[in-house]
């Protein structure tokens, strides 16, 4: 059964950088790829990042571009999401996502795993 348990985020300034985390378990290293979304107070849960968990191409949201950097760490199972220039509308919750099913990698039905949540809010 796959378990993915988000940690690290908290409250920021404009401008700030912040790293939150996806540990991942019973999973099956090299087959899945995984995501990053984001859910705002009366928005549709968002697509930020995804990436092959055994390397290979990431893919952003516009908005995130040149700003998040998805990456990981095989030896720990764990995804990491490290974002910087933070701005007041990156505010959400952001969870992480495996077991893609194909489609879309900013589809939120295409996954079949998520964890918890971390929230991350940022302020002006």
């Known amino acids: 059964q796959v378990q993915l348990v988000e940690s690290g985020g908290g409250a920021v300034q404009a401008g700030g950088s912040l790293t939150i985390s996806c540990q991942m378990s019973g999973i099956t290293w090299r087959m899945w790829s995984v995501a990053w979304f984001r859910e705002a107070p009366g928005k549709e849960r968002e697509g930020v990042a995804a990436?092959?968990?055994?390397?290979?191409?990431?893919y952003y949201t516009d908005s995130a571009k040149g700003r998040f950097t998805i990456s990981q760490d095989n030896a720990k199972n764990t995804v990491y999401l490290q974002m910087k220039s933070l701005k007041p509308e990156d505010t959400a919750m952001y969870y992480c996502a495996a077991e893609f099913k194909g489609g879309k990698w900013w589809d939120p039905t295409a996954y079949g795993s998520w964890g918890q949540g971390t929230q991350v809010s940022v302020s002006s």
């Open positions: 990436m092959a968990t055994g390397g290979g191409p990431t």
